[in-house]
């Protein structure tokens, strides 16, 4: 990425080989796979591993996001699965742990759960810098069985019990 000044950028790499170069002010040249593209602000482009930017799109006004939460709130594992897609570099949190967004806008977390309720915290940042932040449904975790309770009276141990005679044949 070369910046021809002023000018202000973010660079975002997911890990995965895929980078993402947003244009925050003035003009930026994004090169990649032997192809640049030029972006200016409120633009972004992206490069899968050695392959071309992509053309130069604008930056969406609003987080572009869907958490796929389980449906059934009472849980008995240690972990919570969820899934969804973002908009590509996007950055994603739960309980302030990091979840990889794939270059397909892809992921897929397990969230550790204590026993009892959970409500996990989520931080989800635009490729812009934008956040949100906001909190799960909760989740019961409940991995203990249910107590028992035999009542008794104490007169019972004191009664006498007819014993059968076993029958002749």
């Not at 975002?12 to 032997?34: E, M, P, Q, W």
């Not at 958490?67 to 590509?88: F, H, M, R, Y």
């Not at 992921?107 to 204590?114: N, V």
């Not at 931080?123 to 799960?136: A, L, T």
Request: charged share 25%; proline share 8%.
């Amino acid at each position: 990425v070369t910046l021809k000044l002023p000018s202000r950028a973010r660079i975002i790499s997911d890990g995965n080989r895929s980078t993402t170069a947003v244009a925050l002010k003035g003009r930026i040249y994004f090169f990649a796979g032997g192809r640049s593209v030029t972006l200016t602000r409120g633009r972004y482009s992206s490069a899968k591993q050695s392959a071309p930017p992509s053309e130069p799109m604008p930056i969406p006004q609003k987080l572009l996001y869907a958490i796929q939460w389980p449906e059934d709130t009472n849980v008995n594992t240690a972990k919570l699965a969820v899934s969804g897609q973002a908009q590509a570099g996007t950055r994603l949190f739960f309980k302030g742990r990091a979840v990889v967004v794939g270059p397909d806008g892809e992921f897929k977390a397990l969230i550790p759960l204590k026993e009892g309720k959970n409500a996990i915290p989520v931080e989800i940042e635009g490729i812009d810098g934008k956040k949100e932040f906001f909190v799960s449904p909760a989740y019961i975790r409940d991995t203990k069985s249910p107590g028992y309770q035999i009542n008794v009276s104490p007169q019972m141990w004191n009664q006498k019990r007819k014993r059968k005679k076993p029958k002749k044949q």
